[in-house]
């Protein structure tokens, strides 16, 4: 049985110009589990990405897994010690302009905006 969390993104005001949203999100559980759960994103122009929690784990933009305050050029600038097995368990709307997520490793500060998602998939793509 997948699981399947559905968001709908209810679009009154917004108050800048937003040609891109997403307007479903759902949250997939692969049956044959081999790397964890992908989120499945319906965009506003129809487009459809699909990102492994994985991937998104490891793009998290906080503060914590860029390590940005690290001054050594060569510190790593990226999540470690992520299990390859890291699932979304939850997200939710940040404003009107990102989303957040809740891994299963208990991590859940980093705030991806629509840009930022949209671009994982088109770079993926060699779009
Ligand atoms: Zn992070």
Redesign the pocket.
């Known amino acids: 049985m997948p699981i399947i969390l559905t968001g709908h993104f209810d679009i009154k005001v917004l108050p800048y110009s937003m040609p891109l949203f997403p307007e479903t999100i759902e949250i997939r559980l692969p049956k044959t589990k081999i790397a964890g759960n992908v989120a499945e994103i319906t965009w506003s122009d129809q487009k459809k990405t699909v990102h492994s929690s994985y991937q998104l784990?490891m793009v998290?933009?906080?503060?914590?897994?860029?390590n940005t305050h690290n001054p050594d050029p060569n510190a790593v600038r990226g999540?470690i010690g992520v299990p390859p097995f890291v699932e979304i368990e939850a997200f939710d709307w940040v404003g009107n302009y990102a989303l957040n997520f809740m891994f299963s490793d208990g991590?859940n500060?980093?705030i991806y905006t629509y840009k930022h998602v949209r671009e994982l998939d088109e770079s993926a793509n060699g779009v």
């Not at 998290?60 to 860029?66: E, L, S, V």
């Open positions: 784990r998290c933009p906080c503060a914590k897994c860029r999540p991590h500060s980093g």
